[in-house]
């Protein structure tokens, strides 16, 4: 940033994932009286905000001083995350958020039963933030004997790639997606899919690994 120039992607897919993170996002980042700053746009209001980037040192004090003070009134996740959004930024903060609140004393107390995480609004800023997959079928089988689709979306471009597939298991899939949407588009940063076993097996989570690909999933689904 002093030198005024961005990395090349070559360069910068040997960084850990929070740079990379800044990486894709470098057209947002400004520096303002020696403060840097992520410039974010309310998809609502149209209306452009400056989100300070925390450094590691004074995380946890920001999320205390959001959280844990009489005034700030201890909420859940959800809206510990919204709040801290219009002025604050870092990587993974939903997260950090999230194990901070999770082990507050004065929020476990107060729970007198046991009860289910809520959902947390998750927000992406940026192509390659997040990426979601999940694959169709069996659908009736091609002249190239393909019965299955699998399908890759950026949940900020909401641009979707979709590859025939002769069946769904964990290999055919992990393959599709290095060779076919990695070497296209670039290393995502999130990876979401279903509880399927050929995204939960050991290869694909391997493949996540190496590529350090944060992996989520969905909750499973509990009837009442």
């Known amino acids: 940033m002093d030198a005024g120039e961005i990395p090349d992607r070559d360069e910068c897919a040997s960084f850990s994932p929070a740079v990379r993170h800044y990486w894709l996002n470098w057209s947002n980042i400004v520096r303002i009286g020696g403060v840097i700053y992520q410039k974010w746009r309310e998809v609502k209001s149209e209306q452009d905000h400056l989100q300070l980037l925390v450094p590691a040192v004074i995380k946890k004090e920001i999320i205390s ?38 082990n507050c004393v004065i929020c476990t107390k107060s729970k007198n039963r046991k009860s289910k995480t809520g959902l947390v609004d998750y927000r992406v800023g940026y ?86 690909i944060t992996k989520t999933r969905t909750t499973p689904y509990h009837p009442a």
Request: glycine fraction near 6%; hydrophobic fraction near 35%.
């Open 127 to 212: 192509p390659l933030d997040r990426v979601s997959i999940d694959v169709i079928g069996p659908l009736p089988q091609t002249q190239r004997r393909n019965k299955y689709l699998l399908v890759i979306g950026d949940n900020f471009t909401r641009w979707m790639e979709v590859y025939p597939l002769p069946h769904q298991k964990a290999d055919i899939v992990a393959h599709k997606f290095v060779m076919e949407f990695i070497t296209r588009f670039g290393i995502p940063l999130e990876l979401h899919s279903d509880q399927g076993s050929n995204f939960q097996s050991e290869l694909f989570n391997a493949v996540c690994g190496i590529l350090e």
């Open 65 to 102: 001083s959001c959280h844990d003070t009489a005034y700030s009134g201890h909420f859940g996740i959800k809206k510990s995350v919204q709040k801290m959004k219009k002025y604050f930024t870092w990587y993974q903060m939903t997260k950090d958020v999230r194990i901070h609140i999770e």
